[in-house]
């Protein structure tokens, strides 16, 4: 291999940020080619040893946030698998969301850079922990346009509905499996209850209603499968 070229026969320089992030997925996933995704979202659920085995047995498992997994001490449900992790700076602490990191890709979600809006990293993260940006230009504006939301105002997705939107970018063929996403049947709701315990409050920036139609349509036309 030629300096400064990839294993795709391209000049580094030639990559576009999503390009370099849809390698760096890939890479992580468990099976290639990437057939099935499961995207989990950090709402309470039932327990559920189908829909927990649904989820392990995906190709690629992104969790967002603050997330839980299954253990000794809770009802399966969720899965146990995390391969990609979507982080936003104020996610809430939790006993997963950094076991084991050097094992995982983490993408840092800040759709609010667009907007001058940019904060510092908690100090409690790892500070060897390699975040990879998803680039906002190529994946949060195409988004907002898609939600309807007005460019010139501080608006934005959830970090899940991200998660989902940018799992349709780079595996556009996959099987989509949801899970954990309270707002898709409740969109009116100032705050949810969270999968370790607790309530999440929702932010200003974001319209739920929106995120909702969305995800429902993908529902709905069979692209995306919800796991209840």
């Known amino acids: 291999m030629a300096p400064g070229q990839t294993a795709a026969g391209l000049p580094g320089s030639m990559l576009s940020g999503l390009d370099v992030v849809a390698g760096l997925v890939g890479a992580h ?25 649904a989820i392990d047995a995906a190709d690629l498992v992104i969790r967002v946030n603050g997330f839980a997994l299954d253990g000794p001490q809770h009802p399966r449900g969720l899965g146990t698998r995390a391969d990609v992790v979507v982080v936003q700076w104020a996610l809430q602490a939790t006993p997963w969301v950094f076991a084991g990191y050097r094992s995982r890709l983490y993408l840092y979600n800040e759709p609010g850079m ?18 990879v940006p998803i680039p906002n230009r190529e994946v949060h504006q195409p988004l907002s346009r898609a939600l309807g939301f007005d460019p010139t105002q501080p608006r934005w997705a959830t970090t899940g509905t991200a998660a989902a939107w940018l799992v349709r970018l780079l595996h556009p063929d996959a099987r989509l499996l949801l899970a954990g996403f309270s707002f898709i049947w409740t969109p009116v709701q100032s705050s949810w209850d969270h999968a370790y315990g607790g309530a999440s409050v929702l932010t200003g920036d974001h319209e739920l209603i929106a995120e909702a139609t969305m995800l429902r349509s993908w529902i709905e036309d069979g692209s995306a499968e919800y796991l209840s």
């Open 29 to 53: 996933a468990a099976r290639r080619p990437v057939e099935t995704v499961a995207v989990v979202g950090n709402a309470a659920v039932e327990p559920d040893p189908a829909r927990a085995k």
């Open 114 to 131: 667009m907007y001058a809006d940019v904060e510092r990293l908690p100090a409690w993260w790892p500070p060897d922990l390699g975040l």
